[in-house]
């Protein structure tokens, strides 16, 4: 299939129509709004349905009960909006439903910005609603990632039976890449025998979708398989990018298109004799520890440098992953403001001097 | 000798787990007779509250979802969108409809989304013990308005079938009422008519139900019906608001 | 001539039965306890039934059958 120009949103969009979504549920929040627009325009090309909720809450809510009853559905949103949602997740991970939502995050707290940010990393994969579950959060760099993740994203979630997040940001949405939609590689996806449909075929058990366990001993049950159905996804579904690390002395930790300020930096750091590299997170959660365990681990490893735009979310999971071993250092900026590749490179010359 | 009244087999044989004279028992009943009169029963989805019929998934044979307080509408929106012959409905109280659940509400009608909602009002929060409704007569002792709802404070109780009539996508709202049998059996007619207007795809379709609530109320069973008769229907009015 | 069955195990004792039956032969039993800590209702004249069903439609436990 020949490589397209698009917009983010709308790739991320045209993505999920290709993994056979025909249900959408959303409302307009800057940047993001392209998405709706655009689901708006082709899902009744594709004999689907594309429905503006009245709220996020709404939306969600719209969300459980379409994939309730079987079908692969998204909603997508930006930070303030995915705040609204999180009830609606966590019954959603509660009924153990598969959907995709997309968050293009913006600045915050509270009304926040309109620029993009990466201040949603605790939201996303520290429960953001209540209870104990988790939701497999992917990261892209790019668009064509995002499409990629989109569509997988779809397949993950079927399989699992577990919402799947792409925290994707404002750069994302609203850049325009070029891209191409190739399908995932296959996964042996079982059926929804559990969906509600009407119960005319006997020969299942009726379908009750449902987070509500009374008793003690049934809602720990449940909990447990939960979490052994976690265990499964960080041994399956963790995925990082590991990046000019053979020799470097100093790893820098980065996620989404700030990997790619850093990426650059890397290139001017190393032309001045810094041996730096990058450990890339591309699934948030389950996050990849053991790349930053192993690399903590080795001789030659002075410090690690995270590098995002929020004071310090995915930091801490940096931190736990070298567990003291080395250093950890952080550069943020907030409000939308981008750090810049040259900041990245004073950093990690400030690093080196021992600063 | 010929059975002329059973249990319907779309109720499952769990025993409610509802107060003595509560007239969720009845309602439910009745949801499921005409479910299995229509012959709808096999492809019908419930979605249950959060109030006292959380457990609604449990008595109701069919395909159940169960909702966030107040979200119902919007968990049936995405069903039916996805199964639209699917005959879904809802089975709300008055603070997962009328206070949490408003916006959804509202906003399921005026889509006119073609589902049917059982809106059980008994002018009280039920489940988590006795508080103030949006429903709750003026005057109505609560356990968040002790000294009884002053409009003053606090305002008035809403008209919910009055309010949704006044909405185009809303196809059929009707006000019953649980206080005798003859009551109970126009109620049933009206719940009938709410799922033949789903089958025939007219719009959206709400009977509200007005309905005791003996224990909170700190009444019998007797006298919960007589309070629904002499207090409630004179600030509920009774009756069709709007057919189409 | 009309006869009913109560389940005694369903019924919680409302009395809303024993409110609207038009012949007035319910009565709340001062028996045994069902398995839910209730006294049942229990039919004091049989041959009286007009299998009106007034009882079994205000029950809200599915208590009442009705046979005629």
Known sequence: MARKLMKGNEAVAEAAIQAGCRYFFGYPITPQNEIPEYMARRLPEVGGCFLQAESEISAINMVYGASGAGARVMTSSSSPGISLKQEGISYIAGAELPCVIVNMVRGGPGLGGIQPGQSDYFQATKGGGHGDYRIVVLAPASIQEAVDMVMEGFDIADQYRIPVLLLGDGMIGQMMEPVEFNPPPKRDLPPKTWASTGWSDKRRPRAVINSLYIDPNELEAMNLKLQGKYKTIAENETRVEEYLLDDAQYIIAAYGTISRIVRSALASARSEGIRAGLIRPKTLWPFPSAAFENAAAREGVEAFLTVEMSSGQMHEDVRLGVNGKKPVHFLGRMGGNVPSPESVVEKLREMKEGK | MEKVFKKTSMLTDKIFHYCPGCTHGIIHRLVAEALEELGVGDRAIGVAPVGCAVFAYEYFNCDMHEAAHGRAPAVATGIKRVHPDAVVFTYQGDGDLAAIGMAEIVHAAARGEKITTIFVNNAIYGMTGGQMAPTTLVGQKTTTAPDGRLASHCGYPVRVSELLATLDGAAYIERVSMHDVANVMRAKKAIKKAFECQIERRGFALVEVLSSCPTNWGLSPKEALEYLRDAMVPCYPLGVKKEV | ?68
């Open chain 3, 1 to 68: 001539m009309a006869r009913i069955t109560i389940d005694g195990q369903r019924c919680k004792g409302c009395g809303l039965c024993v409110l609207f039956c038009p012949k007035k032969i319910l009565e709340l039993s001062d028996g045994a306890l069902n398995v839910k800590g209730y006294r049942s209702v229990v039919v004091t004249q049989m041959d009286a039934c007009m299998g009106c069903c007034f009882c079994a439609r205000m029950c809200p436990d599915c208590v009442i059958e009705v046979e005629k």
